[in-house]
């Protein structure tokens, strides 16, 4: 090792690394031969599936310009699909974040009987089709409604549909957090003074923020792109229960593909905010305790 | 009395976890409940602090009746051996969690949490979150958090159970200085008779749900008051009728003392300074145990074969043997 006085310089040799027996790559972050196929198979399997037809959306929505694409966004129409799509999703993402806590924490901490069920029926919204799902809800509270409640073509039956197809998201995320916490914690905020509230309010809630929000992104992403059920449910009348998924399938048919691309991007850029929002919210909540 | 246990039981369904409990508790005065697993002791430490309810009995804490409080209103501070820290909470702000909670003044919790973190040698730490810290350091979080409130007792569960030997050593002298500094009447779970007899004051035994003995360390390694207590505090082994200690028995190499009984040398085990020899004893079906230290045996010139008579040193600790050949803790 002579040259070790001479400071190296191209990029940090690799530390700890036998030299000669790998050839490892040179870079900032040298990988070792399987770790690179690892890599390698993640990114195109990632590029393949994901990466390459979001860019081939975006690219269908900028191909008719800037003023294209600002004229559908604020056609008076798909304005108003947009914004009921987000305000419910919105609304029903707030209304699953408590009530499946809530749900979550019977599930955990309390002993009753037909517990196991009702844990494998939590699934069943997930797990069936969601046309299937419209149409059971169709059948409790459509035309032919035995209880009398017809909820068919109002903003009331989006806001139930999108809340039982999104039902199991906060439960069975939420669920895992809360068996993990150690009940020696919650005894010791009791020995210290703490009430019950003031033990789940500062010790409890913070450990299952995180999982709330995680929850609440994967069920806001389900509502916001909620198809199957709402075309049984929503009745897509204009400026009232159009919804944006169902705006696109109507630019299809109108042989609108700039149209639709628009409406898809926007749905996309309000995704990834609000799943940026939730994981802010929730390390800042997380933190502060 | 600062702590008074009073004919309290606790069963968990054909379980009995304690029976007819009674033990006072002086003030300021460093207590260990000792006893093997699943013994009761921390059934009764939990029950002090609320964490439990006794099926029957009464716990008073300070003059005042305890034993239909919740844990919030006993002012226990308790202690877990998992550390039970709060671990979305920087260090200082578990300190703090108490005095938050009586609403103190935010100046008074300020000095008083700087003060404890002083304590227990954490104050370079009051920023990091548990998980940067290590078990003992942990442990101590946990210590400083329950003594911020001022409690009129402190109970620690098995405080250093889940530390390496060499931190439970030194937490344990730790533990003994900051009592002697601090004062609170403390009580301490452990199933470590070495930790039990280094640090307390008094101990207290218990095995099966029973309290078998009370006394000083003293007492209790010199007069137990029963096999079990004998057994539990120290090595044990049998010669003739009665159980003693192995460094408690005269070996000699010639017959003659009186009631000396004859045996051969079948082991012999050195273990640093000492020699553990093991005995076969003419007319005893167990053999006895006998450690001498190595000047000892080597000046004796010893080794397995040899012709032996012992009996027991002037003085010895001893307890008759409950049924013959029921030796129970004979190495």
Request: charged share 20%.
């Amino acid at each position: 090792m002579t040259d070790t006085l001479v400071p190296p310089a191209g990029p940090a040799p690799s530390r700890g690394r036998p030299s000669g027996r790998v050839k490892a790559s040179s870079g900032r972050f040298p990988l070792t031969a399987s770790s690179g196929i690892g890599l390698g198979v993640a990114l195109v399997w990632f590029s393949v599936l994901v990466l390459i037809p979001l860019a081939a959306v975006i690219g269908a929505a900028a191909a008719g310009g800037w003023g294209a694409f600002w004229d559908t966004l604020t056609d008076a129409q798909t304005f108003a699909a947009l914004r009921l799509t987000v305000v419910e999703a919105l609304l029903v993402t707030l209304a699953n974040a408590v009530i499946g806590t809530i749900v979550a924490w019977v599930l955990v901490r309390d002993q009753f009987f037909g517990k196991r069920l009702l844990d494998v029926v939590i699934d069943i919204p997930f797990a069936l089709p969601t046309i299937v799902a419209g149409l059971i809800l169709l059948s409790l509270w459509g035309p032919d409604s035995p209880v009398g409640v017809n909820i068919v073509n109002t903003r009331q039956g989006i806001f139930l549909a999108l809340l039982f197809v999104t039902l199991p998201f906060v439960v069975r995320t939420v669920q895992p957090v809360l068996i993990e916490l150690d009940a020696d914690v919650e005894e010791a905020a009791a020995s210290l003074g703490a009430s019950r509230f003031t033990t789940f309010r500062r010790i409890i809630l913070p450990s299952l923020v995180p999982a709330i929000a995680a929850g609440s992104s994967l069920g806001f992403a389900r509502a916001i792109s909620e198809f199957g059920s709402l075309v049984l449910i929503s009745g897509n009348t204009p400026y009232e229960t159009e919804v944006a998924s169902l705006k696109i399938l109507k630019f299809l048919e109108g042989d609108n593909q700039d149209g639709a691309a628009a409406v898809a991007v926007l749905l996309l850029i309000v995704a990834v905010l609000t799943i940026v929002a939730l994981d802010v919210i929730s390390r800042r909540v997380a933190r502060r305790g | 009395m600062s702590i008074e246990v009073r004919g309290v039981n606790k069963s968990y369904g054909d379980f009995v976890a304690l029976q007819d409990i009674n033990v006072s508790l002086p003030t300021g005065q460093l207590t260990a409940l000792l006893g093997p697993s699943g013994g009761g002791k921390s059934t009764l430490l939990r029950i002090i602090a609320g964490l439990e309810s006794a099926d029957g009995g009464s716990v008073e804490i300070e003059g005042t009746d305890a034993t239909r409080l919740p844990p919030q209103k006993r002012n226990v501070g308790f202690v877990f051996q998992h550390y039970a820290v709060f671990k979305h909470m920087t260090v200082a702000k578990n300190v703090a969690f108490g005095l938050e909670i009586r609403k103190r003044p935010k100046a008074e919790i300020k000095a008083k949490v700087a003060e404890l973190l002083e304590l227990v040698h954490l104050s370079q730490f009051a920023h990091r979150l548990p998980s940067q810290l290590s078990g003992g350091q942990r442990q101590r979080l946990a210590l400083a958090r329950a003594l911020a409130v001022e409690p009129s007792v402190l109970l620690l569960d098995e405080p250093f159970g889940a530390l390496d030997a060499k931190v439970r050593k030194e937490l344990r002298d730790w533990l003994r200085r900051l009592h002697d500094e601090v004062h609170v009447t403390t009580v301490f779970v452990t199933h470590d008779q070495e930790e039990a007899l280094e640090v307390a004051d008094e101990i207290v035994v218990i095995n099966e749900g029973r309290i078998e003995q009370i006394g000083t360390p003293d007492q209790l390694y010199d007069e137990p008051a029963n096999d079990f207590v004998m057994g539990f505090l120290g090595e044990v082994t049998q010669l003739g009728g009665v159980r003693l200690r192995p460094h408690d028995i005269d070996l000699s190499t010639t017959p003659g003392a009186p009631h000396a009984l004859a045996g051969v040398i079948v082991r012999a085990l050195r273990v640093g300074f000492e020699v553990r020899f093991t005995v076969e004893v003419e007319g005893q079906t167990d053999p006895a145990l006998v450690v001498l230290s190595r000047t000892h045996a080597r000046a004796l010139d010893l080794d397995v074969g040899a012709k032996v008579w012992l009996r027991p040193t002037t003085g010895a600790t001893s307890v008759p043997v409950i049924g013959a050949g029921l030796g129970v803790a004979t190495a």
